[in-house]
């Protein structure tokens, strides 16, 4: 089974940058896509980024320009870099891993930009 560990988040200012990192373990299998989504309280969970077993990145349009999604196959872990942070990127960012069998989440990391 695959479980996934985000870190990263905190308080930041707007403008201000912020890294998560998602490690993978266990049975990893054939990676469909690795990807970081959003939920703020009250909202339904949305795609940030994603980025396929080939290396092709998807952003929101909120996000684009602004985040970059990368992979470190050998370490199987994935980055969200997050700069020029807004207010409107508060949320709890959770990472996503499709193998083709299942969908697995991440507990999340509270990601909070101060105006």
């Known amino acids: 089974q695959v479980q996934l560990v985000e870190s990263g988040g905190g308080l930041v200012q707007a403008g201000g940058s912020l890294r998560l990192s998602c490690a993978a373990s266990g049975r990893i299998g054939s990676i469909k896509a690795m990807g970081w989504y959003r939920q703020a309280p009250g909202n339904e969970r949305k795609l940030v980024a994603i980025i396929t077993s080939g290396s092709s990145t998807t952003y929101a349009d909120s996000v684009k320009g602004r985040f970059t999604i990368s992979r470190d196959s050998a370490k199987s872990t994935v980055y969200l870099q997050m700069n020029n942070l807004k207010p409107e990127d508060t949320a709890v960012y959770y990472c996503?891993?499709?193998?083709?069998?299942?969908?697995?989440w991440g507990q999340g990391t509270q990601v909070t930009v101060s105006s």
């Open positions: 996503n891993l499709n193998n083709y069998y299942a969908n697995y």
